[in-house]
Structures are given as C-alpha cells and as structure tokens.
Nanobody, 126 residues
Framework: QVQVQESGPGLVKPWQTLSLTCTVS??????????WSWIRQSPGKGLEWMGV???????YYAPHLKSRTSIARDLSKNQITLQLLSVAPEETPVYYC??????????????????WGQGTQVTVSS
C-alpha cells in the first residue's frame, strides 16, 4: 500500500526559503507508476497545484510559481522535496504531496490523484 507523508519546519520567517519533504513508502518513486505533485491550500481557499515531478525526474511548475519553486527527488531516501523561495507572510497554507498515475498539470482536484498525504501546515512569521 502506498503511503505519503509530508514533513517540514512548521515555521519559517518571511521572505526566507521553505523546504518540505514528502516521504513515500510502499512504492519506489523511481518506478514508472506515479507522478508526484505538490499542492497547497490556504485557509478558506481551494486547492492550488504547485508543480509535479515524474518518475524520470522531469519537472513542471505552475507558471505563477515557476520562478521560485523547485521540486526534486532523493532516490536513496525515496523522497520528494519542495523548495519555495522568498515565502510571503500570507503564504501560510497546508502543503500536500500527492501521487497520480498520469501526468496532471494545473489541476488539484482530489479525485484526480490516487494518494494524498495528510498535509503539513506552514506558518510564515517573524
């Protein structure tokens, strides 16, 4: 059974870099079975797709986040990482890691994805 777990610092200062990790169990991220996306949801707002990395390492990003977002893989740890540069004070959503069997660009509807993590809350505060 595939399990996905996000983790991160919980608190980051404004305009610093946010680094999050998605630890996957039950399947190797290097296989061709899944694509791995980062999605976030701010209070009172809908889910926002941020980007995706394929099993081969190809990445795609939301246009408005592309300049400051980086998604990578650590095959030795079976993890997906997210770096978001210059985090604004209002960027305090819950961040999710999600797996899909096909490449999804731009869409964050829960039903499109096969597995979701529980999410990790990030607070941006000095």
């Amino acid at each position: 059974q595939v399990q996905v777990q996000e983790s991160g610092p919980g608190l980051v200062k404004p305009w610093q870099t946010l680094s999050l990790t998605c630890t996957v169990s039950g399947v190797s991220i290097a296989t061709g079975l899944y694509y791995w996306s980062w999605i976030r949801q701010s209070p009172g707002k809908g889910l926002e797709w941020m980007g995706v990395i394929s099993y081969s390492g190809s990445t795609y990003y939301a246009p408005h986040l592309k300049s400051r977002t980086s998604i990578a893989r650590d095959l030795s740890k079976n993890q997906i990482t997210l770096q978001l540069l210059s985090v604004a004070p209002e960027e305090t959503p819950v961040y999710y890691c999600a797996a899909s069997r096909r490449l999804i660009l731009g869409a964050a509807t829960r039903e499109l994805y096969n597995y979701w993590g529980q999410g990790t809350q990030v607070t941006v505060s000095s």
